[in-house]
């Protein structure tokens, strides 16, 4: 079967270096196999292995090959769609079960890079940054919301004070996170499947799940092999294709597009972001942004709605940076590179069972890098009966896509049109 690497990014390209992973051949038998070794699944297997499960870990690729290893690389708290439209949504009891859990997904990466000595590039604070006095307005209430769960690390800016943290012009206000932060993302990836190995998981590469055989003891099988399990853990997310019929209908693939520049100089990194922090504005259509370890700036926005990938990714990110930091005008891009993410009607998550022992999580919409990680906790709570953290995900609505797969493209682009108009209105 070909070998699938990963795609060309400047993650790719700066990973830390790893151990060949086998492709499945043959059978084996297993307490839990999970498909997808990105951090839905790693989350998973780390929690199931440290509470004395035997597990097995299929991947179609390599670990970290979908979003996990492309992504932006922040640490964001909470949902796609916060706590006050979780509370609309479901109620006071449910709202305060899921507002508990808005930040713990941050603290397990940090608990996890610490314990597993994950070398990541871990900094410190994230900055939600304002464009209009009414998304400066929003940030006052999230930090109102945010506190009345228990989350203290913020501190709104105003003009002058976030000018001191983003050197632009582009902004009215934000708000500073200090337990956000970011990370490279691909090496976080390799450092958990490090982690799952040493406790004795196995982690199968080049090893796509095509069908998964339902029953008592379900079989997982692959090109090559085969996975009898007691329970299956579907976390492919993006890149689940056609597996899991019953989730396909209610979540849809979309790409996100990302530039690396050239390392910049110290003098000229420092003047940029002076304190090192991640940033992203508070647009429906998002810019987010960064420096990395050897002082690149990583720069990602723009929604493909079907996850095509786009010819000339440069063409379109470059003018969202320009606009931001003009300075970097002569600056030559390194890297370009699209990954997926999967967005649910909702932009709430996707958490479930399919009869009594296949799981799955999806449906990150965006907030991925935090909430994969507390999903593993939450899937793995389920597993060893304590459903209760898990069941408060479980019961928020899975809406299909009006018409099914054949509208779901027009239909949410029709709708990112509408919110991008009124963030350039700012109504």
């Known amino acids: 079967m070909p070998h699938t690497p990963y795609p060309s990014s400047y993650y ?68 796609s769609r916060d706590i006050d439209v979780i509370e609309r949504t479901v109620g006071p009891k449910q709202a305060q079960l899921l507002g508990q859990m808005a930040f713990e997904g941050g603290r397990i990466i940090r608990e996890r890079i610490a314990r597993y000595n994950i070398q990541c590039d871990l900094k410190d604070g994230g900055v939600f940054a304002a464009l209009s006095a009414k998304q400066m307005g929003h940030l006052e209430s999230q930090k109102k919301l945010w506190e009345r769960f228990g989350h203290t690390q913020l501190e709104l800016m105003d003009a002058k004070r976030i000018r001191e943290v983003v050197a632009t012009d582009s902004y009215v206000g934000g708000m500073l996170d200090m337990s956000g932060g970011h990370i490279h993302p691909l090496n976080l990836a390799l450092g958990e499947a490090a982690a799952v190995e040493s406790l004795g998981g196995v982690i199968h590469e080049q090893s796509p799940a095509t069908r998964i055989e339902r029953g008592a003891n379900p079989v997982v099988h692959t090109p090559q092999g085969r996975v009898k399990a007691k329970f299956v853990v579907v976390a492919g997310n993006a890149y ?17 597009q990302v530039i690396t520049t050239e390392p910049l100089s110290d003098e000229l990194a420092k003047t940029l972001l002076p304190q090192d922090y991640c940033v992203e504005d508070c647009n429906y259509l998002l810019d987010y942004y960064r420096l990395t370890g050897d002082k690149r700036l990583i720069f990602g926005g723009g929604v493909v709605y079907g996850a095509r990938d786009p010819s000339n990714i440069e063409a379109i990110i470059r003018p969202k940076m320009l606009k931001v930091f003009p300075q970097l005008k002569d600056v030559k891009i390194d890297f370009a590179w699209t990954g997926n993410f999967l967005l649910t009607l909702s932009r709430l998550p996707q958490v479930g069972r399919i009869g009594d022992n296949i799981y799955y999580s999806q449906g990150c919409s965006g907030h991925g890098v935090t909430y994969t990680h507390l999903a593993g906790k939450v899937l793995a709570e389920a597993l060893r009966g304590q459903a209760e953290r898990f069941d408060a995900f ?15 493209v027009p239909f949410s682009a029709i709708g990112a049109w509408y919110y991008n108009l009124r963030d350039k209105l700012g109504v």
């Open 12 to 79: 790719a390209a700066s990973a830390n270096p790893v151990p060949a992973r086998p492709e499945l051949k043959g059978e084996t038998e297993t307490d839990v196999c999970i498909v997808g070794a990105g951090y839905t699944g790693l989350s998973t297997a780390l929690f199931l292995l440290e509470n004395g499960f035997k597990v097995t870990v299929l991947e179609a690729a390599k670990v970290g090959f979908g979003a996990s290893g492309r992504n932006g690389g922040q640490i964001v708290n909470s949902y």
């Open 240 to 256: 689940l294709g056609g597996l899991v019929p019953e989730l396909a209908s209610k979540s849809m693939p979309c790409g996100t």
């Open 394 to 408: 479980a019961d928020l609505p899975h809406y299909p896509f009006p018409g099914g797969r054949m509208f779901q």
